[in-house]
């Protein structure tokens, strides 16, 4: 399903978020540290800065992605008698520190990608200005 007048279209705007790829130009060049978004692509100068707390939601996706990958699979291995509740509580809570902190980078490139693919006419390929309009 193609929208005519995108020159990048939705599943490209995926595809670069998977890749952790600016989703203007599909170049790497988004990130600033390991926990910051650069103000603008490094590449094309597409703008990344949104209002502020716009990608705090990569917080909300990372405990729900510590609860899956770590503390259910612990919760599972308590209930089975493999290890204690003491044992897994020490697990879970330093592996879902850690397990956040390592996907961090990843969760602010798909929450930049994930923006684009609600609104793929927002990008300047696409004759957009890169960011919402505030006025």
Same mark, same amino acid.
């Given at each position: /399903?193609?929208?005519?007048? &995108?020159? $990048?279209?939705?599943?490209?705007?995926? &595809?670069?978020?998977?890749?952790?790829?600016?989703?203007?130009?599909?170049?790497?060049?988004? &990130?600033?540290?390991?926990?910051?978004? @650069?103000?603008?692509?490094?590449?094309? =100068? /597409?703008? &990344?800065?949104?209002?502020?707390?716009?990608?705090?939601?990569?917080?909300?996706? =990372?405990?729900?992605?510590?609860?899956?990958?770590?503390?259910? *699979?612990?919760?599972?291995?308590?209930?089975?008698?493999?290890?204690?509740?003491? @044992?897994?509580?020490?697990?879970?809570?330093?592996?879902?520190?850690?397990?956040?902190? =390592?996907?961090?980078? $990843? /969760?602010?490139?798909? /929450?930049?990608?994930?923006?684009?693919?609600?609104? *793929?006419?927002?990008? *300047?390929?696409?004759?957009?200005?890169?960011?919402? =309009?505030?006025?």
């Amino acid at each position: /399903m193609s929208e005519p007048g &995108l020159k $990048v279209t939705r599943g490209e705007i995926a &595809l670069r978020g998977l890749r952790c790829a600016c989703p203007n130009c599909g170049e790497r060049g988004l &990130l600033a540290s390991w926990f910051r978004l @650069a103000k603008a692509c490094r590449s094309c =100068g /597409m703008d &990344l800065e949104r209002s502020h707390g716009f990608y705090s939601g990569t917080t909300s996706i =990372g405990y729900v992605a510590a609860i899956l990958v770590i503390l259910v *699979p612990l919760c599972f291995l308590v209930v089975h008698d493999v290890i204690g509740a003491r @044992a897994a509580v020490l697990i879970g809570m330093s592996g879902s520190a850690a397990f956040i902190v =390592g996907i961090y980078p $990843v /969760m602010l490139c798909w /929450m930049v990608a994930a923006c684009h693919v609600a609104l *793929p006419g927002d990008l *300047p390929a696409n004759g957009g200005t890169g960011r919402r =309009g505030e006025d």
